[in-house]
C-alpha cells in the first residue's frame, strides 16, 4: 500500500470515557484509509492494528473510539491514500439481523462538525466512572444513568412529568412530529432505552392507582410501534431516589420503612417500630416481557446515594447517630442477571454527599468525604475534606490504604476523577480547584491549588483542560458560570476564561443535575439551560458557547416559555426540550439561532367543555403575565387522544378569560382585565335634603 505524499494523519485528542477510549484524528485531504494502532507499552510488543476506517478522501476530522484495555496505552495512527483491493468492495451491507451491534460509534466529520446522527451528548447517561467488563456470554456491561430524554435511531423518547412518555420523530430534522404518546402524568421523569424497542420509565403512585401498594413501579415500555404500550413492569416499595442499568439488570435504591420487632428493656415488652432507610431492589431484564425480580437489601439510614460499576454496587446510607458520617455498602453485582450479593461495609471519615466522590478503579476504591470536628471552638475551623483510598482485592475485608486532608474551614463542592487524579472544589470566600495525584493510592498527595471566586459543582475533565458549571458570587450576586481550566501543569492550574449568565441572579438546573449540562467538544460548544433577570425581564433560555482551546465565548440564546431541561446537537440542528415544547433549531449563526420548529408538548387546561367527538380545552391566561404563551387560549382534541392539539387559538391579550359556554355550534367567551380597586360612594341611610333629582 502507497503512503500518501502530503501530511499523514494527526492524533489531536484521546480521551476516556467510561470503557471506551474517543481518539480524535485530523484526516488530511486524500487520506482514503486510516488505521489506528495499539501497544501495551512503550518499546515492548508490536503495534497492532486496533481500529481501520475507511473515509472518502475530503478530509476533516475522524472520531474512533476503541475499548479501554491495557493492550491500548500507547496508540499511534497512519494514513493510506490507495488500496489493493477496489472501493466497492468496502461498500455495502454492514449489519445483519440477529447479530449484536459491535459498531465503534466512529464517524468522518468536518473540522467542528456534529457526531452521527443522534448521539446527543457526547457524555449523556453512561457513568464515565464505571468500570466496565463483559458477561458471560463475552458481551460488554455498561453502567448506564436514567435520565428524562433520549435519542435514538432518529427518535427522541421523552419521559415528560406533565404529559408522560411522548415519541418524536426527528427524520425531518426541522419538523419532528409526535407520534406516539404514553399517558403518565405526574407519575415520574426517569427512564432508560433497553435495546431497540423497549424503553424503562421509573414511575411513583402517590393514590395507589396501580393497587398493589407498590407506591413505585419500574414500567417496562414497548416502543417498536408509533404508539408506545405497556408490556410489564415490577413493583418498587417507596420513593425511588437512584438507580442503575448494568446491561440488563436494573438495580433500584428506593427510600422506604420496614417494620421491626424491638424489646422494652425496662419492662421485656415487645412492641414494633418504624425504620428509616434504603431498600436497593435488583430486576433481571434480560426478558422484557417477563422481568425477573431478585431479592432485596435493606440498610437504616438517611442521606442515601449509589456508585455503580460492574462488579459493584456501592449504597451510602448516613450512619443512624452521626449524619456527618457514612456507612458506605459494597455490593457484589458481577452476576449479569441481577443477583446480589453483601460484601463490606466501610465507615468514612466523614459524610459522602453524592456518587462523585467515589471511584473504584481496579481494586481501589477512593472516597472524597466532608468531615465535621464538633470540638472546634471556631465555627470556621470546623470542616475539613478528607480523600481516603482502600484495597477492595478482598471485598469482604478491605483494607484501608491512605488518605489526605485538606481545606480546613471550606465546604466541599464538585470532585471528579480523570485516570490517577482528582479534581476537588472547596469554598469558604474563594473556590479553590485542588489536584490530588493518586497513582499512589497508598500515599495520595496535593499536587496543585488554583484560588477563583464563586464555586463549581460539576467538573467535566477534558484531557489538559477541564470545563466546570458552578455558581459566580462576584459582586454579591449569584450567577450561572462556565468555566474553563488548564491543567496541564498538575502543579500550576489556571483559569483561562469564565462566562456568566444573568444580570445578576440566575439558576440552571444542570448546577445540580450534570446531564442538563451538555459538553460538545468536537463541535466545540457548550449548551447550558438557565433562568433568570436579564434586561429587566425574567428569561428562560438555553446560552449557546463556544468552546475554544483556551477561550469560552457567549454567543445567542435559545428562548423557551417554560424552564428548558435540556439541549444537545442532532446533525446540524439544536434541539432544545422543556416540559412545554420541543424546538429545532439552526444554529448555523450562533449569534442569532434561527427556531425552524416548535412542537407543543403541553400546556395549561383550566376548563374542558365536551362537543360531540371533540374536547375544548381552554387555559384562561394569568392576571399578571399576557405573553403569547401565558395568555388565555383555547385548543381542540379528540377525546379518545386528548393529549394531541389538533388546532389551537390565541385569545387577545389584553385579559385573561374569566368565563365560557357552548350554545350549539357557538363558542361564548368573557375576557376580564386584572382587578382594580375603587373607593365606592357610601349609600345614605335616607334621602338628603334638595329634591328629586338627588
Known amino acids: 500500500m502507497a503512503a500518501p505524499e502530503n501530511a499523514p494523519p494527526e492524533i489531536i485528542s484521546v480521551q476516556l ?149 411522548q415519541v418524536i420523530d426527528l427524520k425531518d430534522k426541522g419538523n419532528p412530529v409526535v407520534r406516539g404518546v404514553l399517558p403518565l402524568p405526574a407519575a415520574g421523569e426517569q427512564m432508560y432505552t433497553l435495546g431497540d424497542n423497549h424503553v424503562i420509565l421509573l414511575a411513583r403512585d402517590g393514590c395507589n392507582w396501580w393497587g398493589n401498594n407498590a407506591e413505585s413501579q419500574a414500567i417496562i415500555v414497548n416502543i417498536a410501534g408509533d404508539t408506545p404500550v405497556i408490556t410489564s413492569s415490577v413493583p418498587v416499595k417507596g420513593y425511588i431516589r437512584e438507580s442503575r442499568l448494568v446491561g440488563t439488570a436494573l438495580y433500584i435504591a428506593s427510600q422506604t420503612y420496614v417494620t421491626k420487632e424491638a424489646v422494652n428493656s425496662k419492662t421485656g415488652e415487645t412492641y414494633t417500630r418504624w425504620e428509616h432507610g434504603t431498600q436497593v431492589s435488583a430486576f433481571d431484564l434480560a426478558n422484557p416481557v417477563k422481568p425477573v425480580a431478585r431479592e432485596t437489601l435493606f440498610y437504616s439510614g438517611y442521606n442515601n446515594d449509589i456508585y455503580a460499576t460492574d462488579r459493584y454496587l456501592f449504597v451510602s446510607t448516613s450512619v443512624p447517630k452521626d449524619y456527618y458520617k457514612t456507612d458506605l455498602r ?69 483494607k484501608s490504604l491512605g488518605e489526605v486532608s485538606l481545606a480546613k474551614g471550606e465546604r466541599l463542592f464538585a ?44 467538573i467535566q475533565p477534558l484531557g489538559d483542560r477541564l470545563v466546570s458549571i458552578g455558581v459566580d458570587d462576584t459582586d454579591n450576586s449569584r450567577r450561572v458560570a462556565v468555566s474553563l481550566f488548564d491543567v496541564s501543569d498538575v502543579t500550576q492550574p489556571k483559569l483561562f ?78 434541539m432544545s426540550i422543556s416540559g412545554q415544547e420541543l424546538l429545532s433549531v439552526d444554529a448555523t449563526d450562533r449569534d442569532n439561532p434561527v427556531v425552524k420548529s416548535e412542537v407543543e408538548l ?46 389551537r387559538v390565541v385569545l387577545p391579550q389584553i385579559a385573561y378569560l374569566s368565563g365560557a359556554s357552548l350554545n350549539g355550534e357557538k363558542l361564548y367567551l368573557l375576557q376580564t382585565q386584572a382587578f382594580q380597586s375603587a373607593n365606592p360612594k357610601p349609600v345614605p341611610e335616607k334621602p338628603e335634603d334638595g329634591g328629586d333629582d338627588e
Not at 483491493?85 to 464517524?107: E, H, I, M, V, W
Request: include cysteine; charged fraction near 25%.
Open 17 to 165: 470515557e467510561v470503557s471506551e477510549v474517543v481518539v480524535t484524528v485530523r484526516v488530511p485531504k486524500g487520506i482514503t484509509k486510516v488505521t489506528l494502532e495499539g501497544r501495551s507499552r512503550l518499546g515492548i510488543g508490536n503495534w497492532t492494528p486496533r481500529a481501520v476506517e475507511r473515509v472518502d478522501g475530503s478530509g476533516g476530522l475522524l472520531v474512533i473510539r476503541i475499548a479501554y484495555t491495557k493492550a491500548n496505552e500507547i496508540l499511534r495512527v497512519r494514513g493510506d491514500d490507495k488500496e489493493e483491493l477496489p472501493a466497492a468492495f468496502y461498500k455495502g451491507a454492514t449489519d445483519f439481523n440477529g447479530q449484536r451491534d459491535n459498531s465503534s460509534g466512529s464517524g468522518i466529520v468536518e473540522s467542528d462538525g456534529p457526531p452521527a446522527p443522534g448521539r446527543g451528548n457526547e457524555f449523556d447517561s453512561v457513568a464515565e466512572t464505571a468500570d466496565t467488563n463483559k458477561d458471560d456470554g463475552g458481551q460488554q456491561r455498561d453502567v448506564v444513568e436514567s435520565d428524562i430524554w433520549s435519542i435514538h435511531n432518529d427518535t427522541l423518547y421523552f419521559f415528560n412529568s406533565l404529559r408522560g412518555l
Open 330 to 398: 459494597c455490593v457484589d453485582i458481577s452476576a449479569p442477571n441481577g443477583t446480589m450479593k453483601e460484601a463490606a461495609t466501610i465507615r468514612t471519615a466523614g459524610r459522602v454527599a453524592d456518587k462523585f466522590k467515589m471511584r473504584l478503579s481496579g481494586d481501589t476504591l477512593t472516597v472524597i468525604s466532608e468531615v465535621l470536628s464538633r470540638n472546634s471552638s471556631n465555627n470556621r475551623n470546623r470542616w475539613l475534606t478528607t480523600l481516603e483510598t482502600f484495597s477492595l482485592a478482598n471485598p469482604n475485608r478491605p
Open 497 to 574: 476564561d469564565k462566562v456568566t449568565m444573568g444580570d445578576r441572579w440566575s439558576w440552571s438546573e444542570a448546577q445540580y443535575d450534570e446531564k442538563a449540562f451538555t459538553v460538545l467538544p468536537h463541535a466545540g460548544l457548550i449548551l447550558v439551560p438557565y433562568q433568570g433577570r436579564e434586561s429587566g425581564d425574567y428569561v428562560k433560555n438555553v446560552q449557546i458557547i463556544d468552546l475554544n482551546e483556551k477561550t469560552l465565548k457567549k454567543r445567542g440564546v435559545i428562548e423557551h416559555a417554560l424552564q428548558p431541561r435540556r439541549a444537545t446537537e442532532y446533525q446540524d440542528y439544536i
Open 602 to 647: 403541553a400546556w395549561t387546561v383550566d376548563q374542558v367543555i365536551p362537543t360531540g367527538d371533540y374536547l375544548l380545552q381552554l387555559a384562561k391566561g394569568s392576571n399578571w403575565y399576557f405573553g403569547e404563551h401565558g395568555g388565555p387560549s383555547i385548543r381542540v382534541a379528540l377525546q379518545e387522544d386528548p393529549d394531541t392539539a389538533l388546532d
Open 415 to 458: 470532585t471528579r476523577f480523570d485516570e490517577d487524579r482528582v479534581y476537588i472544589v472547596t469554598f469558604e470566600r474563594i473556590d479553590p480547584l485542588w489536584i490530588v495525584d493518586l497513582s499512589d493510592p497508598r500515599n495520595p498527595e496535593i499536587k496543585g491549588e488554583l484560588e477563583v471566586p464563586g464555586w463549581s459543582t460539576y
